[in-house]
């Protein structure tokens, strides 16, 4: 009996270790670590019931004008689930009034307006009578339209909707599907990597006389320091030789100097983005890099014309073309004088200027329709109208809140089905700080600070994108449940088999019972 007690309590020491000491010391250390996650926070995201509230005030010459535009002018949009207004009506000041009616220049009458009222303030925009205007409508760069009289109000409805608030943009912009405007713009980000590439094939050949570095400076770093609240932007320039490319041109007869020039069919330029990619150094940089490329036509090849798919010559003083998310070429060819003296000097004024006009498609800014009785007075320099800023505030800021909903939503749904990701505490700092800067994005948007709620929207999504983009999301990931049963079972059933078995013996023996029955004749 004493033999058969020690043995029991032999086996009992060996289920008592395993199951007190071993079982809770594997759980323990097999545990995946997984930070509390705000996820009731996270499921009440409704991307689609956001929107920016903006202020309008109207300025007439009398109480019946302003209180007719300010009732037509909400009627019309408060429909918009995009955009909400804060419309105020108020009587031009008389001494005001007969200033804007006796000068004879929009740009005067928009200082004086700027004197008497703040329209430096984003998200802001004063609608203002004044009787001596050619056109219905006349908008210049300032936060300020100009109208005749009440007549004009449908002219002026449709241009603070096609030009000033585009709230189709913004819906595209929110919306989880890309529309034309967004499939041209570059992603949200912090910021750009701007690359001016001059490509000089045969420098052998020709010599050219163009400053990249200063042109950057003078038209690209004018136009993008105006958008240092969106974003931050470097600039850089560099030349690239020898680069040359086979555009498969045709020698077509002309009425020029020349007396031909050479056509490239149009679905044969985005080949000469490969081969820039190639050459240009554009990935020093973790940012996002727009690439703007000017390409020196060898004597040999010009004048390069564009035709389009329509076998049509492309008509344009620059012969130029975009691609959506990269950046723009220009093919710059050299004239026939400028050919026999071997020297080329681009024309830095038409060449830039060209440059910023795909900038600004590639960064937001949309162009402008034609409207009937409505007049946009023509950029005299690169800057950007001011209400073409608050535009792009208004559509960055929808963009990112609602992108860094979806990517809390997809990364929330994914670590609820895959228990074994580890949710480190990197992770889940990201996520908190995402989700508060939403809420605080959202409630700014809706009272109308909107350079503020850019600040947060803006936060929200990169800290958004480092929590969905986080490697350590994958670590475990390379070892699925099939696997590891594939090593747990070998390793622990032969030991659990003979401690399972002894249950019945420890538990007999507990009670008092013989374990084994006794042999009898």
């Known amino acids: 009996m004493q033999g058969e007690g020690n043995r029991m309590w032999a086996s009992a020491s060996f289920v ?24 009731d926070k996270i499921s009440e995201f409704d991307t689609e019931a956001h929107y920016i509230t903006t202020e309008l005030t109207v300025l007439a010459n009398d109480e019946q004008t302003a209180n007719n535009l300010a009732e037509l002018l909400k009627k019309e949009f408060e429909q918009s689930d995009v955009i909400k207004f804060n419309i105020r009506k108020q009587i031009l000041p008389e001494d005001l009034r007969q200033t804007l009616d006796a000068v004879a220049d929009e740009q005067e009458a928009l200082e004086e307006v700027g004197a008497a009222f703040d329209t430096k303030l984003h998200n802001t925009f004063y609608v203002v009578q004044r009787k001596p205007l050619f056109q219905d409508v006349w908008i210049g760069g300032e936060r300020i339209a100009f109208f005749r009289d009440s007549k004009a109000a449908p002219t002026l409805i449709q241009a603070l909707k096609n030009w000033i608030y585009e709230p189709s943009v913004l819906h595209g912009a929110r919306s989880e599907t890309a529309d034309a405007a967004r499939q041209v713009r570059f992603p949200s980000g912090e910021g750009f990597h701007v690359v ?7 420098p052998q050949a020709m010599t050219v006389d163009f400053t990249a570095g200063e042109a950057v400076e003078n038209y690209i770093g004018s136009f993008v320091d105006e958008l240092s609240d969106l974003h931050n932007f470097t600039l850089k320039s560099q030349w690239l030789h020898l680069l040359d490319f086979n555009f498969q041109t045709k020698e077509t007869p002309d009425t020029s100097s020349w007396g031909r020039h050479f056509a490239v069919r149009h679905d044969r330029l985005p080949l000469l983005l490969t081969r820039l990619e190639e050459r240009a150094a554009t990935h020093v940089s973790d940012k996002p890099t727009v690439n703007l490329a000017l390409y020196v036509v060898p004597c040999d090849m010009a004048p390069l014309a564009i035709y389009d798919t329509n076998n049509d010559r492309v008509m344009s003083t620059v012969q130029a073309f975009m691609s959506p998310k990269w950046g723009g070429v220009v093919l710059g060819s050299p004239t026939k004088d400028e050919c026999e003296q071997k020297h080329y000097t681009p024309d830095v004024r038409l060449i830039m200027g060209t440059f910023v006009a795909q900038l600004r498609k590639l960064l937001g800014i949309t162009d402008k329709e034609k409207i009937p009785g409505a007049h946009l007075e023509t950029l005299r320099s690169v800057v950007p109208r001011r209400w073409e800023v608050d535009s792009l505030l208004r559509i960055r800021t929808l963009e990112q809140v609602t992108s860094a909903e979806r990517s809390l939503k997809s990364l929330a749904k994914l670590l609820g089905e895959i228990s074994n990701i580890v949710i480190n505490d990197e992770v889940g700092a990201s996520i908190n700080q995402a989700v508060d800067s939403i809420h605080r994005a959202t409630g700014l948007m809706r009272l109308g600070d909107l350079l ?12 958004a994108e480092t929590a ?11 070892f699925p449940d099939d696997q590891k049963y594939a090593i747990y079972i070998p390793l622990f059933l032969p030991i659990m088999f003979p401690v399972v078995l002894s249950f019945k013996n420890l538990v007999l023996w507990f009670r008092g019972k013989p374990v084994h029955k006794e042999k009898t004749d």
């Open 16 to 39: 008592g270790v395993l199951f007190i000491i071993g079982l809770p010391l594997w759980w323990k250390t097999t545990e995946v670590y997984r930070v509390a996650l705000p996820y």
């Open 196 to 202: 001016l590439s001059v490509v000089h094939p045969k």
């Open 452 to 463: 503020t709620a850019h600040h947060y929207s803006q936060q929200a999504f990169l800290a």
């Open 468 to 478: 969905f983009m986080e490697p350590s999301l994958l670590a475990l990931l390379y």
